[in-house]
């Protein structure tokens, strides 16, 4: 046992501060926030588009140190969920950053989670946060054929008269034991590895640390746990360190003797008793792990804040970068007080500059840091308008696709709460004179009471915005018959671009560049 835990405690000690390689499947990922979500307000969440627009299924994966399942879909709900409650936010830092910074307590913590790091850990929040199984209506009848076999085999041994009445009480339990088993056979993986989280839950009570609210809250429980794991450890017999014949005998005694049926209607009962300090051991043993998972990801991060929350709508970044690109080049943003026009030309920064401001708004109101040396935000939603496609399927265009989702945002800003809404290229998909008279009345509706970034390669909005937005832009390099891009965001409107020039240094055709710039 020292030489696995030590072959571990290296395994562990080598991927510290490192992005771990390895199959994930976002559909069991996902199972621990698709069964608490319901509980959340739309504001409380960050919704699929937003999500997906932003890459954090890719965010997530370079996040993701978890050693378990379990740490792992608490880690992708936490990304989902903003947390409004300041207090509850600085635990949430203080945690990591003390997990981060005190070895002796993460290794052991994470040595006890590796318990947990097989694939039917995935199901124990579907069992516990979903809608929990029924209790078959007459379960005490099984209890009754259960004894019937015990005393048949009683029996035999003093009257061999009695084998008829084995046979009976078998064949009548294998008829039961296949009605019943397909129905409750869903559950078996839920509940074993149920008994592993209440394992883990108790060899952690022995790790001493007072510093980790969790870990209190777990040796408090203690007793509980242990009954639990009494009660419900015993309920899959361990087949898979059997070898084969004595696996076949194992799975005829529980036939003959309803053993699954009876564990499983007994757990069903615990699970409903005590459903709520179940859910409570759940989260404190997730909440460690995804804690390590943070911690072990800032650690290889070049630069971070805790960020500082105001009550006005004044936004400040200092050097904020994009956490999916290697070598990101950072932008400042100082006191923004109302909303941004954003122009430039193709690959010059616009839309990564939208999404690095999105990305960190969410770090910042779920995790309590941002990917920057110093940040002020205000509290917002963030809806994002980014990677639109059409829908095919409902014979949907790529505008119409777009109108319906900036009415969405259209009715969330009539709402009460305040949205930071991300605008890429806005209505991109029609005619020039429209995409303007409509761009125009949108942003200067959306503008009332939210802060709006939106990019654009129509520099006739600025003049028509000017006033209410802020004008920002990027601008590709140009030093003789080079061209390139610095990624850096500029103050003020853009009074020209270099597309004919470029066209120009590529080799166009002289004429074609002389027409070009007496039209432009």
């Given amino acids: 046992m020292l030489f696995k835990n030590k072959k571990k405690l290296e395994s562990l000690r080598n991927d510290w501060g490192k992005p771990i390689d390895k199959y994930r499947s976002f559909d069991f990922i996902s199972l621990y926030h698709q069964a608490v979500s319901p509980n959340f307000n739309d504001t409380e969440i960050v919704d699929d588009k937003t999500w997906n627009d932003l890459n954090f299924d890719d965010l997530f994966t370079i996040m993701d140190r978890n050693t378990s399942p379990v740490g792992q879909q608490y880690l992708y709900h936490l990304l989902h969920k903003y947390e409004k409650d300041e207090t509850i936010l600085n635990e949430k830092f203080n945690l990591i950053e003390y997990l981060k910074h005190n070895s002796g307590v993460r290794e ?20 516990i946060f979903g809608d929990l199984p029924e209790r078959p209506k007459y379960y005490f009848l099984f209890y009754v054929l259960s004894y019937s076999a015990l005393l048949s085999i009683i029996l035999t041994v003093f009257n061999t008269s009695f084998l008829f009445l084995v046979l009976v009480v078998f064949v009548t339990n294998l008829i039961v034991n296949n009605i019943f088993s397909k129905k409750i056979h869903k559950y078996f993986a839920g509940f074993s590895s149920l008994n592993l989280l209440f394992i883990t839950a108790r060899k952690m009570n022995k790790i001493k640390d007072n510093n980790i609210k969790e870990l209190e809250s777990l040796k408090s429980k203690y007793p509980l746990i242990k009954k639990l794991n009494k009660k419900i450890g015993s309920m899959v017999l361990d087949k898979a360190a059997a070898n084969e014949m004595l696996a076949g005998i194992i799975d005829y005694l529980n036939i003959y ?22 859910r409570k051991i759940y989260q404190n043993v997730a909440k460690i792990d995804a804690s390590i998972s943070v911690a072990s990801y800032l650690s290889s991060l070049p630069v971070y804040c805790k960020p500082g929350f105001s009550a006005k709508s004044a936004i400040t970044f200092t050097d904020v970068y994009h956490p999916l690109i290697p070598n990101a080049v950072s932008n400042s ?6 909303s941004a026009l954003i122009t430039g030309s193709n690959m010059a920064g616009k839309t990564t500059f939208i999404k690095t401001i999105g990305v960190n708004f969410i770090l910042a109101q779920t995790f309590n840091f941002c990917l920057s040396k110093s940040a002020s935000i205000p509290k917002l939603n963030i809806k994002s308008a980014i990677n639109r496609e059409e829908d095919l ?11 319906e989702q900036l009415q969405h945002f259209l009715e969330l800003s009539d709402s009460k709460s305040e949205y930071l809404f991300l605008i890429d290229e806005i209505f991109r998909g029609t005619n020039t ?20 970034l939106v990019t654009t390669h ?42 004919i020039k470029l066209l120009e240094i590529k080799g166009y055709p002289e004429s074609i560049v002389r027409k070009a710039q007496e039209l432009s």
């Fill in 433 to 452: 004179v429209e995409r303007l008279a409509a761009s125009t009345a949108v942003l200067e509706y959306l503008n009332k009471d939210n802060i709006v």
């Fill in 393 to 403: 399927e409902s014979s949907k265009s790529y505008f119409f696709v777009e109108v």
């Fill in 458 to 499: 129509d520099i006739e909005l600025q003049e028509l915005l000017n006033g209410q937005y802020a004008m920002f832009h990027f601008s590709e390099q140009v030093e003789g018959n080079n061209y390139f891009y610095d990624y850096k965001i500029r103050y003020g409107p853009t009074s020209s671009g270099n597309a």
């Fill in 108 to 127: 052991s913590l994470q040595l006890e989670l590796t318990r947990l790091d097989e694939r039917n850990s995935n199901f124990i929040s579907p069992l």
């Fill in 333 to 338: 943003l100082e006191s923004l007080e109302k």
């Fill in 257 to 278: 003797f309803l053993y699954d049926i009876l564990k499983y209607s007994t757990s069903v009962g615990l699970l409903k008793k005590y459903q709520k300090e179940i």
